[in-house]
């Protein structure tokens, strides 16, 4: 049994895997077999320009046995290929590295019913629609004309007076417009797991780049699908895999015709990427990393990614799963800490130039953090590869813990901000007598423009606790370090009070999620406890 870092162990257990105790070491296995994710990386090379495009390989999109559709059945697509193509490029290049092709998918342990095929890949099959809604028969043709798309995004802010209604969504197929619906009415940024406060995003420009682009409208289409389907007492997963099924097949066609990639291009990679999260399909999801990767990198420098409001959340979103590989496989994230430090130094200077702005005090704070999580990851990366030395490990590690400290010391004017602390949580259900800890703290929760703020509180602790516990590890020193126990039931607080406030958008458990998966591991043993655990861990699964 493959021994597991106890924060991937949290991940699986956030995915409903079960974890076993193996020779002194923590294992685990979903169904009958051992869980393998994350795959390790190779060492990545990052893009310091525009010009150092397609740096990394990308996995082949790959036609199976069983596909018969106008592609060449009897030979692997690469994407790799697809992009030497359209640079002028002539000669095969090398390869990148197939992905195994596999009848059956990793995939979450799900409620829903009627789960008895595998979840298609950019790599398997055209498959037809199930028995389920399918997308409609328009969905053959990967652009759509005469969607403008706006270009005035350079400074959007999330307090923008632009309504998302604004978009026109008459001209769309009932379902289609049923499910967009359904996205701007039930859905957040929480779904999609951004820090502060991105809805203009998802319920505009998203929306809007995908009324130009079939492929990302149908990745669109499905992902609010996926979420109606999960409210359903009855639900079937032929009620959204039509549509990722066809994103899927309009994606592949379009990267093999040679169309040229556009930022809906890259947005259809990621939020297929976003939907194999959501079913714990780690395989398609790694592939889809490094597509993405390839892409962003071929279409912005790092000079043009802070430009507009469109290409900073591309960064966002992608930098998630890039940080999320390299934490659970301990190697180093494949962009480069200078993509990080431009994002970072954007945020800052628009900090400074707006110093009574609190989104833009949150949105510095997140970026900070994210620069701090790729270089917690890239120290952590050095040493099991002999890349640093002990003495030189030790003195960075400490500077690596000040900048955690002064990050965390950052946020108390925010902190110290009374006007938007939740004192009271009438409406919320009356609190168990079993429960670890106490959600109805007065003052223990933040909403309005500081509702992001509950969300970096809970993020600054789970830094603190892997880097406090990895240090341990790494100098060998026995048992728990003090403390961890204490910022975990806080974190569980900060969760419970997420969850239980009347004024919670739809979806903030879903943001919370990962710290809670970090806080259990750290939590007291006992039944009462563990039972905390698990109601809370199926109330997340309960969400998708």
């Not at 007065?442 to 892997?466: C, E, H, K, V, Y």
Request: aromatic fraction near 8%.
């Amino acid at each position: 049994m493959r021994r597991v870092p106890y924060a991937t162990v949290s991940e699986c257990l956030s995915l409903g895997h079960e974890t076993i105790t193996n020779h002194g070491g923590i294992g685990c296995v979903k169904g009958s077999r051992p869980c393998t994710y994350p795959e390790p990386k190779s060492k990545a090379t990052s893009s310091k320009s525009a010009s150092s495009r397609s740096t990394a390989p990308i996995p082949e999109l790959s036609t199976s046995d069983e596909e018969e559709d106008d592609l060449d059945n009897s030979q692997d697509i690469s994407f790799s290929k697809t992009l030497q193509k359209d640079d002028g490029q002539k000669g095969k290049g090398k390869s990148a590295r197939k992905p195994p092709r596999t009848k059956t998918v990793s995939s979450r342990k799900s409620s829903i019913q009627g789960h008895k095929q595998p979840l298609p890949s950019i790599e398997q099959s055209e498959q037809e629609p199930g028995d389920g809604q399918s997308p409609p028969s328009d969905a053959s043709s990967p652009s759509r004309p005469g969607s403008p798309i706006s270009r005035h995004l350079e400074n959007i802010t999330p307090e923008s007076s632009i309504s998302p209604e604004k978009i026109s969504l008459s001209h769309l197929p009932h379902l289609e417009r049923h499910y967009l619906e359904y996205l701007r009415n039930h859905l957040s940024y929480h779904h999609y797991f951004f820090r502060n406060d991105a809805n203009y995003f998802v319920r505009h420009i998203l929306i809007e780049q995908a009324l130009s682009y079939e492929p990302l409208l149908q990745a669109v289409v499905g992902f609010a699908a996926f979420h109606e389907t999960m409210r359903k007492p009855n639900r079937k997963i032929q009620d959204f895999l039509g549509f990722y099924n066809s994103s899927v097949s309009l994606l592949r066609k379009s990267l093999i015709n040679g169309e040229k990639h556009t930022e809906a291009t890259l947005l259809t990679i990621l939020q297929l990427a976003t939907i194999e999260e959501y079913l714990g399909d780690w395989v398609n999801l790694l592939g889809h990393q490094k597509a993405a990767y390839s892409m962003l990198t071929e279409l912005y420098s790092i000079e043009s990614i802070v430009d507009s409001e469109l290409s900073r959340k591309i960064l966002s979103w992608y930098a998630r799963f890039d940080l999320f590989a390299g934490f659970m496989s301990g190697y180093e994230t494949v962009l480069g800490r200078e993509w990080f430090v431009a994002n970072e130094q954007y945020y800052a200077e628009q900090e400074a130039q707006h110093p009574d702005s609190i989104s833009c005090r949150l949105e510095a704070a997140v970026s900070r953090h994210r620069l701090l999580a790729m270089d917690m990851a890239l120290l952590f990366a050095k040493l099991p590869r002999g890349a640093i030395s002990m003495p030189d490990f030790e003195k960075e590690n400490q500077m690596l813990a000040a900048r955690i400290a002064g990050w965390k010391k950052g946020l108390e004017p925010l902190l110290s901000d009374d006007r938007y602390m939740v004192e009271s949580f009438e409406g919320a259900p009356a609190r168990d007598q079993d429960d670890i800890v106490d959600p109805y703290r007065p003052g223990g929760l933040r909403q309005g423009p500081l509702w992001a703020l509950n969300f970096l509180l809970m993020d600054g602790l789970s830094t603190t606790i892997l880097h406090t516990y990895q240090t341990a590890l790494i100098m060998q020193r026995k048992g728990t370090p003090e403390g961890l126990e204490k910022m975990a039931l806080e974190m569980c607080r900060l969760f419970e009070a997420v969850e239980y406030w009347p004024g919670s958008p739809s979806g903030s458990i879903l943001s919370a999620q990962a710290g809670l998966g970090i806080a259990v591991i750290f939590l007291p043993q006992d039944e009462r406890h563990i039972m905390w655990c698990r109601r809370k861990l199926a109330k997340i699964e309960g969400q998708g």
